[in-house]
């Protein structure tokens, strides 16, 4: 029973995270959708870890991967982020026309 419900719940903040990353015109909200599509594929692999293969922590290693991905890809994306909003007084997505100069 408890299985269903942390499934459910990670497939909430995919969704959340998908339906955020496509409709989303801003920079910043795209990366936050961003991380929770990563933190949803987390609980999912650390959920998958413990329920086939308690004794071994390859899911938790896996997901402790991810997480220092994300947390570099948040510190990248927020430098290009500033740095566009430096250039162009805007972060929205549809106004960042980088390569028409």
């Not at 029973?1 to 339906?19: D, T």
């Not at 015109?25 to 413990?50: G, Y």
Request: aromatic residues 8%; contains cysteine.
């Amino acid at each position: 029973m408890m299985l269903e419900h942390i499934l459910v719940l990670s497939s909430y903040l995919f969704s959340i995270g998908v339906y955020g990353l496509i409709t989303s015109r801003n920079m910043v909200r795209a990366l936050m959708c961003l991380e929770l599509i990563l933190n949803s594929v987390n609980i999912n692999f650390v959920t998958f870890s413990d329920l086939f293969d308690s004794r071994q922590l390859r899911g938790d290693i896996f997901s402790i991967f991810v997480i220092a991905i994300a947390a570099a890809e948040a510190a990248i994306g927020s430098a290009i982020v500033s740095s566009i909003y430096r250039n162009k007084k805007s972060t929205r997505i549809n106004q960042s026309n980088l390569l028409n100069k």
